[in-house]
């Protein structure tokens, strides 16, 4: 399959715009609409807007969709595949579940930053299943979803504050949250 570039060079030579103000004429001057002062484009700027406009209008020959389907964005991390996902969300949510040493030493810096980077972890991981998945198992995972990551920010708080009954109360509500999750799965 071959792939020739695409190359426009529009022709403004005949295209200056020119706007008028559309001001409402008061009652007492009865003028008519004025032309905007230094509201011309220079070529170049119409040129550029021309070009990109080409390109845009172009996307249903280049990438062979429609252009009013738009753009597919998705929150996954970058070359994350669904398999890839689920092969890798157990050994996340145990190292996640493996700050407990930490919350037991009361290393509260320690803890908080192994909470955080494997929370980031699993928190791609999570995402993406829930992506993978039929839309009507997707509420009850968001649900457990948001619990989950709500309980880990409430538990790096506590640990910021060195409140230990708070810290342990959300590790607890962790795990009960990645065991929902793990089973659903």
Same mark, same amino acid.
């Given at each position: 399959?071959? /792939?020739t =570039?695409?190359?426009?060079? =529009?022709?403004?030579?005949?295209?200056? =715009?020119?706007f008028t103000?559309c001001?409402?004429?008061s /009652?007492r001057?009865r003028e008519?609409?004025q032309?905007?002062l230094?509201?011309? /484009?220079?070529? !170049?700027?119409v040129g550029g807007?021309?070009?990109? +406009?080409?390109i845009?209008l172009?996307q249903e +020959? *280049?990438?062979?969709?429609e +252009?009013?389907e738009?753009? $597919?964005?998705?929150?996954?991390?970058?070359?994350?595949?669904? $398999? $890839?996902a689920m092969?890798?969300? !157990?050994?996340?949510?145990?190292?996640l579940?493996?700050?407990?040493?930490?919350? $037991?030493s009361e290393?509260w810096?320690?803890?908080?930053?192994?909470?955080?980077?494997?929370?980031a972890?699993?928190?791609q &991981?999570?995402?993406?299943?829930?992506q993978g998945?039929?839309g009507?198992?997707? =509420?009850q995972l968001?649900?457990?979803?948001?619990?989950?990551?709500?309980?880990a920010?409430r538990? &790096?708080?506590?640990?910021r &504050?060195?409140?230990?009954?708070?810290v342990?109360?959300?590790y607890?509500n *962790?795990?009960v949250?990645?065991n929902?999750?793990?089973?659903? *799965?």
């Open positions: 399959m071959s /792939f =570039p695409l190359v426009l060079q =529009p022709n403004l030579s005949y295209y200056s =715009p020119t103000c001001s409402k004429p /009652f001057s008519m609409p032309k905007v230094g509201s011309n /484009f220079s070529r !170049r700027r807007i021309a070009a990109m +406009v080409s845009l172009a +020959v *280049i990438f062979g969709q +252009v009013a738009g753009y $597919e964005l998705k929150m996954v991390a970058p070359g994350q595949a669904f $398999e $890839e092969s890798k969300i !157990r050994g996340h949510a145990q190292a579940l493996q700050i407990k040493s930490l919350i $037991e290393s810096g320690e803890a908080q930053k192994v909470l955080r980077k494997n929370s972890y699993l928190k &991981d999570i995402y993406t299943i829930i998945i039929p009507n198992e997707r =509420p968001r649900k457990l979803y948001s619990n989950l990551f709500n309980n920010t538990l &790096d708080y506590a640990a &504050d060195k409140d230990a009954s708070r342990w109360q959300c607890d *962790i795990v949250a990645l929902d999750i793990l089973s659903r *799965i």
